[in-house]
């Protein structure tokens, strides 16, 4: 997997710590954010989370 330090992240798939969709998501809201998500594979509830203990990096 590698330095996660070193890697690159899209701003899409940065969530708040409660796994929650940025509100304003600078790329067209949040359901431009989920759209990305999702077509990574990334489940998004309905009400707009990830499941951070499946998706989430452990520092």
């Not at 899209?10 to 759209?35: I, K, S, T």
Request: proline letters at 7%; a negative charge; one cysteine or more.
């Amino acid at each position: 997997m590698g330095d996660w330090r070193r890697t690159p992240v899209p701003c899409h798939r940065v969530v708040n710590r409660e796994g929650r969709l940025a509100p304003e998501f600078a790329f067209g809201g949040p359901e431009e954010q989920r759209r990305l998500l999702e077509g990574e594979g990334i489940e998004v509830s309905e009400d707009g989370y990830v499941d951070m203990k499946t998706y989430g990096v452990k520092f």
